[in-house]
T-cell receptor, first 112, second 112 residues
Framework: GNSVTQMEGPVTLSEEAFLTINCTYTATGYPSLFWYVQYPGEGLQLLLKATKADDKGSNKGFEATYRKETTSFHLEKGSVQVSDSAVYFCALSDGATNKLIFGTGTLLAVQP | EADIYQTPRYLVIGTGKKITLECSQTMGHDKMYWYQQDPGMELHLIHYSYGVNSTEKGDLSSESTVSRIRTEHFPLTLESARPSHTSQYLC???????????FGPGTRLTVL
């Protein structure tokens, strides 16, 4: 079946460091891919999405490119801030079940 | 800005009590979901609905029940709460199975 694998955390970075959170997927067909962010004490918020191969989703300085050849959707940001500290979830749309499949989440901690 | 609401935000109750967690959305979405999120952050789908009078069990077995009498309302009920039900419960909705999901802020339930 379809699945999402993302790197385990926690990821600890200093402010202004470069961020990469890896996400790979297994899917039949052409799923849409998403990154969600969960700040402490809150629900998940959609961060960005990509609906087809080579699409780049971007928002708030974060970006991710849908790579079909490597089945990846890695999240990147050039310069992280303390306010980016949160849990990040990679997800794909499962056309067969009509549901989103989430990765296990990666905790990012940014230190001043 | 997503318009999906959950009440209460926090609930502490004793074992054996009946509780209902409320979830409402004003976006007119047909699809709604309940997730249970454990302290390790992983999301587990426990119930979903594709429209009025439609409810299905999710991937994780749960003793809770849901109803969908109105499009905008998707309450979750526990007939007899137990300490093992202590968790964060997240409600979500989407326009279609492959569209982005919008999440409520969550209800943190503690059963003593």
């Amino acid at each position: 079946g379809n699945s999402v694998t993302q790197m385990e955390g926690p990821v600890t970075l200093s402010e202004e460091a470069f961020l990469t959170i890896n996400c790979t997927y297994t899917a039949t067909g052409y799923p849409s891919l998403f990154w969600y962010v969960q700040y402490p004490g809150e629900g998940l918020q959609l961060l960005l999405k990509a609906t087809k191969a080579d699409d780049k989703g971007s928002n708030k300085g974060f970006e991710a490119t849908y790579r079909k050849e490597t089945t990846s959707f890695h999240l990147e940001k050039g310069s992280v801030q303390v306010s980016d500290s949160a849990v990040y979830f990679c997800a794909l749309s499962d056309g067969a079940t009509n549901k989103l499949i989430f990765g296990t989440g990666t905790l990012l901690a940014v230190q001043p | 800005e997503a318009d999906i609401y959950q009440t209460p935000r926090y609930l502490v109750i004793g074992t054996g009590k009946k509780i209902t967690l409320e979830c409402s959305q004003t976006m007119g979405h047909d699809k709604m979901y309940w997730y249970q999120q454990d302290p390790g952050m992983e999301l587990h789908l426990i119930h979903y609905s594709y429209g009025v009078n439609s409810t299905e069990k999710g991937d994780l077995s749960s003793e809770s029940t849901v109803s969908r009498i109105r499009t905008e309302h998707f309450p979750l009920t526990l007939e007899s709460a137990r300490p093992s039900h202590t968790s964060q419960y997240l409600c979500a909705s989407s326009e279609s199975g492959t569209s982005p999901m919008y999440f409520g802020p969550g209800t943190r339930l503690t059963v003593l």
